[in-house]
Structures are given as C-alpha cells and as structure tokens.
C-alpha cells in the first residue's frame, strides 16, 4: 500500500440540505476532503461524488461552487476553509462552456487576468495552451474546437483563475473509451501540476470515478423504520469510502485488479438497494 | 436539379446562383408578357423612373429619407440597447416591458404628441421614427437577452467574474452580434414608417412625400418606380449589415446550420 498522510481540509459539507418548493432535493450531506499527501510524491488528489441522474448531482455542483446558496448548511474551501462564493471553487460544467465571441487564447486570458498581471497572464495563458496541447488552436474561436479540445480548453480556463480545487460535473458522459481514456489523463495531468491541486469529479460513471478517485462519495436515498425512502439524497455513513485505505488508490492499471472490480460490483449493489 | 427540393439539402453555390437567376428571369418575363396588365410595363416603369431622377430629384429625395432614417436608427439603437440592458436591474425591468408595449401605439397618434413636444417639422418626423424604431428594437432585443442561459451565467461566475463582469461578457459582448442582426431586421420598419411621416410633415420633401404624389395623381409606373428604388436600397441595407456581422463578429455563423 502507498504510505500516505492527511493534512488540512480543503473542502467541507457540512449538513447542507437543498429544497426547491418544498421539495426536499439534498439531505443533510456532510462530507470533508483533506489534504492527502505521499512521501516523495508532488501530486494532488482525485475524489468522486457518485450518484445516480437525477438524484441532484448537478445541483450539488451548483452548490459547492458556491453559486447558490444551500437551504440548510454550509460549505467550506480552501486551506482556510472560508465559506465558498462563485469564483473560489473551479467548475469546468457539462457541455464545457466557453465564451464563443473569443478565441481560445481570448478564453484563457479572461481567466488568468484575475489573479495576474497582463504580462503575466499572457505567459501563464501560453503556459496552460501549451501544457494542454492547445497552442495550434489558440486563434479558434471555440465552435472551431473538437469536443476533446472544448474539454481541455474549459479546464485550464477553470485552472487559470482557481485556487487549485476543481469541480467536473459529469466528465465522463457522453464519451467514447478512447475520450474516457484522455479525460483521465487530463485529470491526472491537473493533479500533478500542483500538490494542493484537488479534482473533484461529481459522475454517474461508478466504474471510472472509483478508478481515479481515492475518496468516493455515494449520493443516493435512505429508508426509514418502516422502509420507506426518504426525501431527498443524502450520503449516508455507510456508503463514504476510503479507497486509499482499501489500497485502492493511485494504481496504474486499478480496473484490472479483481479486488477493485469486487469493490465496483459492491457499490452497484448498494446503489440498486437504494433504487 | 434533385437536391432543390430536397427539404435541408446544399445545393452548390453555382447550382443555388443559377436558380436564384433562372427565378428572376422568370419573374421578369412575366412581367414583360403578362396577359393581365395589373401592373405598368417594364418600359413604363424605366421612364417614370428616369423622369423621377431628372425632373423629380428621386436620388436627392432618397437621400433625404436615407440620412433621416440612418439618424434615426441610430438614436433608437443607442435608446434601445440602454433600456434593454437595463433589464438587468429589476427596477428597470416595467420599463422595458412598457417600452415593448408601446409598439401598439398608432403613428398618427404619436405624431400629435410629438407635435406638442418638439417645435421643427425635422424634429417631429425624427422623434416619432425614433419613438417607433426603439420600441421595435427593445421587443426584439430583450428577447436576445431573455435567451441567456443558466450555463452561461454560471460559467462567468465560476471564472470570479461578478455580476456585473458576468453580465458584461456574457450579455452585451456575447450577444452583440444577435443585436446587430436585430437592428438589421427592425431597419425595414423604418423604411415603412418614414414614407407615412413624410406625407405627414411635407415641409422637407423625401421619398415618402414622392411616393405619395405618385400615389394621388394614380402614376402607378413612378409608384412602381420607388417601390423597386426602395427594395434595392433595402436590399443594399441588408448586404452592409451581414457584411458589417461576418467582419466585426466572425463566429457569429459558426454554428449556424446551413
């Protein structure tokens, strides 16, 4: 097993409930991302909230990045662990939004001008293009970029502005293996540009979320006494895990191993009994 | 020859230019041999129209109606964008709405009004275009606004943009070309509107005063004339502003289907 440490928290549900008409959405979700570090290693972290659609993942998203305010609870970023506002989480959404009146260089120089100079965001931009494979197209406007490079492009624009916690809702869907398999990369290539940089990825991708992520989050419903379900998805104590602790965490080739693939059919299970 | 009336074909863009003549041609030579003579010839229309230019000033009377109608424009333009913008603020948001509703309002009537308000013939044939134009122009400008999304709201925050910056970059940078083609489109009331207030205020002549002559003493050849003058310069108008769009907004056609 990866010998490995916890350090500070870097982003923390606490009991945040969501309610739209009356209409319980999120349930007292509590849950805390902290810091992890490996010896001898300058990488960040991958953690995964699953759930399935419809259950309220994307505005669980909405939330953590802090562009709505929950119904109940809080959530807190940032090695400060200040209360979230828009801006301070990066969220790269589902169809990767891009100004299309700019070019991709326009794009990422509007992120970066937040937290640099001009001169200095005009390198941090080239930087990230060319980190991300985009400098031949930093003159496209983005209805001229291939769904791969809209992918690339909304995360380095994310990254350019953000202070190293980065939200994907849904990264996966939609995708062929061969996507799935850059997305992956992609992700791996933000944890290793900072050690504080941490990916959550927010999917109902069970399979390639519990393969990248060493913490995994299962949204789903709860019953009460009589069995009957409860309003609203919530993570119940059971069902957050610690793949790090299972040894399941930071495998090369993870979804190859029969004890991971045991572990995937596990959650199925569970996810079907909270159907 | 298929591919024309398949529904969503691309037909080649010498094949669509050939159809587009071919369908002229044959407007042309119906025109020019139509049992029925509803309209005046062809012939007649090309003299009404020569005499109009040289004894008439139809060029000069054009181009007093052009200019008035440009200066209009462009005030309702400015008006139009600020109180469509506005709407941002939810103190503003009635008057965009009541702006809008205004467009039921009958020219005659505000032409009284305007009468009242401002003292030069110039002056009230320019207000009421103005008043006309801003209220079309806010209709179909605070639907391009309204077509904003949640995503796109989101996706500015997200970058720490504020509120402001957000709407800055998402509603007036990103939806500059959709207001263009707004003005474009809402130009050719103006045309329709500029040829009634003429005849309502004759003192400096244009087009619409021409036209009305035309109409009273029944020369349906020099009505037909204008007509054709008034189409090309439409026509003309149309160009500048898709030209004015694929320059000053190359994305803007990008994903359009074709």
């Known amino acids: 097993m990866t010998p490995y440490f916890y350090k500070a928290p870097v982003l923390t549900l606490d009991n945040v409930s969501m309610e739209y008409g009356g209409e319980t959405v999120l349930r007292d979700i509590s849950a805390q991302v902290l810091d992890v570090c490996r010896p001898n290693m300058n990488q960040g972290q991958v953690v995964g909230f699953y759930g399935r659609s419809g259950l309220g993942k994307s505005v669980l998203c909405r939330i953590m990045a802090g562009l709505i305010t929950p119904t109940s609870g809080t959530v807190k970023v940032g090695i400060e662990q200040e209360e979230v506002t828009p801006g301070a989480v990066g969220f790269v959404q589902q169809q990767y939004p891009l100004f299309n009146h700019r070019t991709l260089q326009d794009n990422l120089l509007v992120a970066a001008a937040r937290k640099y100079e001009p001169e200095e965001a005009k390198r941090q931009t080239d930087a990230y293009l060319d980190r991300f494979q985009l400098s031949q197209h930093r003159k496209k406007y983005p209805a001229h970029l291939s769904g791969g490079q809209r992918q690339r492009a909304a995360i380095a624009q994310q990254l350019l502005c953000s202070d190293h916690l980065i939200l994907l809702d849904e990264p996966f869907s939609g995708l062929d293996i061969a996507m799935i398999d850059e997305v992956k990369k992609i992700i791996l290539e933000v944890t290793t540009m900072d050690e504080l940089n941490t990916v959550v990825i927010v999917s109902h991708d069970i399979q390639t979320t519990t393969a990248l992520a060493d913490r995994l989050w299962l949204l789903g419903y709860e019953r009460d006494a009589t069995g009957q379900l409860l309003p609203g998805a919530t993570i119940s104590a059971a069902h957050q895990y610690n793949l790090a602790e299972m040894g399941l965490a930071w495998h090369e080739n993870v979804e190859a191993e029969p004890e991971f693939n045991r572990f995937v059919e596990h959650l199925k299970d569970e996810i079907r009994q909270s159907a | ?82 109180i469509s913008y506005l709407t941002a603020l939810p103190f503003f948001r009635p008057l965009a709405y009541a702006a809008s509703k205004m467009r039921y309002l009958t020219l005659t009537g505000l032409t009284f009004f305007m009468a009242l308000m401002v003292s030069s013939g110039h002056e009230v044939k320019l207000s009421v275009l103005i008043f006309a134009t801003t209220v079309y122009l806010v209709t179909g400008m605070t639907s391009v606004i309204l077509t904003t999304t949640q995503q796109e709201m989101d996706h500015a925050r997200t970058l ?99």
């Not at chain 2, 129209?49 to 007093?64: A, N, R």
């Not at chain 2, 207030?197 to 005063?209: A, F, K, R, W």
């Open chain 2, 160 to 258: 720490g943009l504020g509120e402001w910056r957000s709407f800055w970059e998402v509603v007036v940078l990103g939806k500059l070309d959709d207001m263009l083609e707004v003005v474009r489109q809402n130009f050719a009331i103006i045309w329709t509107m500029i040829t009634l207030v003429e005849t309502l205020y004759q003192s400096e002549g244009g087009i619409g005063l021409l036209l009305y002559k035309q109409n009273r003493y029944l020369h349906l050849d020099g009505v037909m004339a204008i007509q054709l003058v008034i189409l090309a310069a439409g026509a003309a108008q149309d160009y500048l502003f898709s030209l004015l769009r694929r320059v000053f907004f190359p994305y803007s056609s990008l994903t359009t289907a074709r």
């Open chain 2, 1 to 82: 020859m298929k591919e024309l009336f398949s529904p969503n074909a691309q037909p080649r863009r010498r094949t669509f230019a050939l159809m587009a003549a071919g369908q002229a041609a044959l407007l042309l030579v119906l025109w020019l041999w139509m049992p029925l003579r509803m309209f005046p010839s062809l012939g007649e229309v090309l003299r009404a129209f020569v005499d109009m230019v040289t004894t008439q000033g139809l060029i000069q009377e054009l181009w007093v109606s052009m200019t008035t109608a440009l200066q209009a424009l462009a005030v309702a333009t400015v008006l139009a964008l600020l």
